[in-house]
C-alpha cells in the first residue's frame, strides 16, 4: 500500500505548493475590509485559486494576485490591458458580504492571451464562504461557519474550520485538519488526508488514497481508487475501497472496513457496538482486545487458530472458521475473506 500513499502525498503536496504560489509575490491589488464588519464571503473565478483566512493578525483584506499563461510574470501595464480586453474583475461589499468576481468577457479568449486571477482574502474568524474555480485550488483555514466551496481544477487545503463544511474538487487531492463538526469532502482525482478532526465526517475519493488518523465521530470515508490506512479512530468508521487494501491501526470505534482489491489489517484496541470487515482477494489480520466480551463469526480459507491465546472461549473453532464467543459473549465480530487466510490474535 505505501506505493499508493507516496503517489497521493506527492499530488497533495503539488497541489497545495499551487493554491499557495501567491504567498511570495506582490499582489495586483488590494483592498482593505477594515471598515465592512464581513461575515460572507461569495468569490467566482474561472482561472486561478482562492484562500479565504479567519486567522487573528491578519487586516481584513483581499488581494489579487494575476499571472499570465503557463504561470508567467506579466507587468501591470499588460495586465491592465488584457484586463480591459478580456476580462471583468470585481470586488464588492453589500451588507457586510464579500463579492468577489473574475470571468472571461467573451467564450473563446485567446489560451496565448488568458490569464489567471487568483484571490486570497482575511476576515474574521466567525465567515461563512461561499467558493467557486475551475481553475485553481481552493484553501481556508481559523474559520467558524457554513463553508461551501467547488473547484475542477485543483486541491482543496482546510485547516481549523467548524461548522457546515462542504468541498468537492475533480482535479486534486484534499487535506483537511484540525476541524470539527460536520465535514463532507469528495474528490475524483486525488487522493485524501485527515488529521485531527471530530464530528460528522464524510470523506469520497475515485482517484486516490485515504490516510485518516486522529479522527473521532461518525466518519465514512472511502475510495475506489486506492488504499486505506487509518490510525487512531474512535467512534465509528465506515470504510471501503476497491482499488487497494486496508491498514487500520490503534482502532477503538465500531468499524466496518471492506476492500475487493487487497488484504486488510485492522488492529482493535476496544470494539465499539460491532466489528465488520471483508477482504474478497486478499489476506485479514484481526487483532482483538484480550478481556472484551465478543461473539465470532469469522471465515476464510484457513483461519489461523491460536486458541492457547485466548481464554474463555466456547464454540467451534475450525480450520476455515471460528463461531463462538470469548469472555461470554457481546459484541458481534464478523469478518470474512472469501478468497483468502484469516490471522486472528488477541493482545
Same mark, same amino acid.
Request: proline share 2%.
Given at each position: 500500500?505505501?506505493?499508493?500513499?507516496?503517489?497521493?502525498?506527492?499530488?497533495?503536496?503539488?497541489?497545495?505548493?499551487?493554491?499557495?504560489?501567491?504567498?511570495?509575490?506582490?499582489?495586483?491589488?488590494?483592498?482593505?475590509?477594515?471598515?465592512?464588519?464581513?461575515?460572507?464571503?461569495?468569490?467566482?473565478?474561472?482561472?486561478?485559486?482562492?484562500?479565504?483566512?479567519?486567522?487573528?493578525?491578519?487586516?481584513?483584506?483581499? +488581494?489579487?494576485?494575476?499571472?499570465?499563461?503557463?504561470?508567467?510574470?506579466?507587468?501591470?501595464?499588460?495586465?491592465?490591458?488584457?484586463?480591459?480586453?478580456?476580462?471583468?474583475?470585481?470586488?464588492?461589499?453589500?451588507?457586510? +458580504?464579500?463579492?468577489?468576481?473574475?470571468?472571461?468577457?467573451?467564450?473563446?479568449?485567446?489560451?496565448?492571451?488568458?490569464?489567471?486571477?487568483?484571490?486570497?482574502?482575511?476576515?474574521?474568524?466567525?465567515?461563512?464562504?461561499?467558493?467557486?474555480?475551475?481553475?485553481?485550488?481552493?484553501?481556508?483555514?481559523?474559520?467558524?461557519?457554513?463553508?461551501?466551496?467547488?473547484?475542477?481544477?485543483?486541491?482543496?487545503?482546510?485547516?481549523?474550520?467548524?461548522?457546515?463544511?462542504?468541498?468537492?474538487?475533480?482535479?486534486?487531492?484534499?487535506?483537511?485538519?484540525?476541524?470539527?463538526?460536520?465535514?463532507?469532502?469528495?474528490?475524483?482525482?486525488?487522493?485524501?488526508?485527515?488529521?485531527?478532526?471530530?464530528?460528522?465526517?464524510?470523506?469520497?475519493?475515485?482517484?486516490?488514497?485515504?490516510?485518516? +488518523?486522529?479522527?473521532?465521530?461518525?466518519?465514512?470515508?472511502?475510495?475506489?481508487?486506492?488504499?486505506?490506512?487509518?490510525?487512531?479512530?474512535?467512534? +465509528?468508521?465506515?470504510?471501503?475501497?476497491?482499488?487497494?487494501?486496508?491498514?487500520?491501526?490503534?482502532?477503538?470505534?465500531?468499524?466496518?472496513?471492506?476492500?475487493?482489491?487487497?488484504?486488510?489489517?485492522?488492529?482493535?484496541?476496544?470494539?465499539?457496538?460491532?466489528?465488520?470487515?471483508?477482504?474478497?482477494?486478499?489476506?485479514?489480520?484481526?487483532?482483538?482486545?484480550?478481556?472484551?466480551?465478543?461473539?465470532?463469526?469469522?471465515?476464510?480459507?484457513?483461519?489461523?487458530?491460536?486458541?492457547?491465546?485466548?481464554?474463555?472461549?466456547?464454540?467451534?473453532?475450525?480450520?476455515?472458521?471460528?463461531?463462538?464467543?470469548?469472555?461470554?459473549?457481546?459484541?458481534?465480530?464478523?469478518?470474512?475473506?472469501?478468497?483468502?487466510?484469516?490471522?486472528?490474535?488477541?493482545?
Amino acid at each position: 500500500m505505501k506505493p499508493y500513499f507516496l503517489l497521493f502525498v506527492m499530488a497533495c503536496k503539488a497541489i497545495t505548493a499551487t493554491a499557495q504560489d501567491s504567498d511570495n509575490r506582490t499582489p495586483y491589488l488590494t483592498k482593505s475590509l477594515a471598515n465592512d464588519a464581513i461575515n460572507s464571503v461569495v468569490v467566482n473565478t474561472s482561472a486561478g485559486g482562492i484562500s479565504v483566512s479567519g486567522r487573528s493578525g491578519e487586516a481584513p483584506r483581499v +488581494e489579487v494576485y494575476i499571472r499570465g499563461n503557463n504561470n508567467r510574470e506579466l507587468s501591470k501595464e499588460e495586465i491592465k490591458k488584457r484586463l480591459d480586453e478580456d476580462y471583468d474583475l470585481s470586488i464588492d461589499v453589500v451588507n457586510h +458580504e464579500v463579492r468577489a468576481n473574475a470571468k472571461a468577457k467573451h467564450d473563446h479568449t485567446d489560451w496565448r492571451q488568458s490569464i489567471s486571477i487568483s484571490f486570497k482574502i482575511f476576515v474574521p474568524q466567525q465567515t461563512s464562504t461561499m467558493l467557486r474555480t475551475s481553475g485553481g485550488g481552493i484553501r481556508l483555514d481559523n474559520l467558524k461557519g457554513n463553508q461551501n466551496f467547488t473547484t475542477s481544477g485543483g486541491g482543496l487545503q482546510v485547516d481549523k474550520l467548524s461548522g457546515m463544511i462542504k468541498g468537492v474538487t475533480s482535479g486534486g487531492g484534499i487535506q483537511v485538519s484540525n476541524s470539527d463538526d460536520n465535514i463532507n469532502l469528495e474528490t475524483s482525482g486525488g487522493g485524501i488526508i485527515a488529521k485531527n478532526c471530530s464530528g460528522k465526517i464524510r470523506l469520497e475519493t475515485s482517484g486516490g488514497g485515504l490516510q485518516l +488518523e486522529g479522527l473521532k465521530g461518525n466518519i465514512n470515508a472511502t475510495t475506489s481508487g486506492g488504499g486505506v490506512q487509518g490510525n487512531n479512530i474512535t467512534g +465509528e468508521l465506515i470504510t471501503s475501497t476497491s482499488g487497494g487494501g486496508i491498514d487500520l491501526k490503534q482502532m477503538d470505534c465500531s468499524l466496518s472496513a471492506s476492500t475487493s482489491a487487497g488484504s486488510l489489517h485492522a488492529q482493535m484496541k476496544q470494539v465499539g457496538k460491532y466489528l465488520k470487515l471483508e477482504a474478497s482477494s486478499g489476506n485479514i489480520d484481526l487483532q482483538l482486545p484480550l478481556k472484551q466480551g465478543l461473539d465470532l463469526d469469522i471465515t476464510g480459507d484457513r483461519v489461523n487458530q491460536h486458541p492457547t491465546t485466548i481464554s474463555n472461549f466456547s464454540g467451534a473453532w475450525e480450520k476455515d472458521r471460528i463461531k463462538g464467543s470469548v469472555n461470554g459473549g457481546g459484541i458481534p465480530v464478523k469478518a470474512d475473506a472469501s478468497s483468502g487466510n484469516i490471522n486472528v490474535s488477541f493482545n
